[in-house]
Nanobody
Framework: VQLQASGGGLVQAGGSLRLSCAAS????????MGWFRQAPGKEREFVAA????????YYADSVEGRFTVSRANARNTVYLQMNSLKPEDTAVYYC?????????????????????WGQGTLVTVSS
């Protein structure tokens, strides 16, 4: 499955952005999906994940209560709504698909379980 992330940009602290990740090829609606981010000089870290149906979602502690992951299987798209943004949220955000598991009841939060990645979209939060 090929993934294309979009929606990044420059926003002031306290603002909001919605990232989108459009999938093509493969069987998007069967896969768990994840969002990760990588700040300059840091490791790529987990942000949020959602299982195939959207019935199970997972968040990093740092974004819990501020970010919401959702998906529209009919549109082959997964979203990340980001509210109350902070300067420390500045990073390149990546979407990823776990194509090794279909119709899983849970979605993995482990970076190495994801085997298809989008190109990333830059989010910059100014103070």
């Amino acid at each position: 499955v090929q993934l294309q992330a979009s929606g990044g940009g420059l926003v002031q602290a306290g603002g909001s952005l919605r990232l989108s990740c459009a999938a093509s090829g493969g069987y998007f609606s069967r896969y768990g999906m994840g969002w990760f981010r990588q700040a300059p000089g840091k490791e790529r870290e987990f942000v949020a994940a959602i299982n195939w149906s959207g019935g199970s979602t997972y968040y990093a502690d740092s974004v819990e209560g501020r970010f919401t992951v959702s998906r529209a299987n009919a549109r082959n798209t997964v979203y990340l709504q980001m509210n109350s943004l902070k300067p420390e949220d500045t990073a390149v955000y990546y979407c990823a698909a776990d194509t090794s598991r279909e119709f899983g009841q849970v979605a993995t939060t482990t970076r190495y379980d994801y085997n298809s990645w989008g190109q990333g979209t830059l989010v910059t939060v100014s103070s």
